[in-house]
Nanobody, 118 residues
Framework: QEQLVESGGGWVQPGGSLRLSCAAS????????MAWYRQAPGNQREWVAT????????NYADSVKGRFNISRDNAKNTVYLQMNSLKPENTAVYYC???????????WGQGTQVTVSS
């Protein structure tokens, strides 16, 4: 059974950094464009970043461009999100899945909570 497990979240002060991981099991994600999403309280889930199968091509939401970096290790079946210069508005539950223009998403994981506050 396919499963996505996100980890690496936590509490951090504004300006801090976190590195999120998304480990896939039951399915090989090496042939998929993958993405990170987030959902803040009271808001809909929104797209954050996408990475191509090889990792060469990436794309980011304007709000995180220059601060976040998506990467992947296909040998480990894992996708990462390095988040720098974090702001309080980045507080959300972060999820990974296939890219937004995919017809069939994978089963959503439980996400990992990121809280940015002083």
């Amino acid at each position: 059974q396919e499963q996505l497990v996100e980890s690496g979240g936590g509490w951090v002060q504004p300006g801090g950094s976190l590195r999120l991981s998304c480990a896939a099991s039951g399915i090989s994600i090496g042939t998929y464009f993958m993405a990170w999403y987030r959902q803040a309280p009271g808001n809909q889930r929104e797209w954050v970043a996408t990475i191509s199968t090889s990792g060469v091509s990436t794309n980011y939401a304007d709000s995180v461009k220059g601060r976040f970096n998506i990467s992947r290790d296909n040998a480990k079946n894992t996708v990462y999100l390095q988040m720098n210069s974090l702001k309080p508005e980045n507080t959300a539950v972060y999820y990974c899945n296939r890219s937004p223009n995919t017809i069939r998403r994978l089963n959503w994981g439980q996400g990992t909570q990121v809280t940015v506050s002083s």
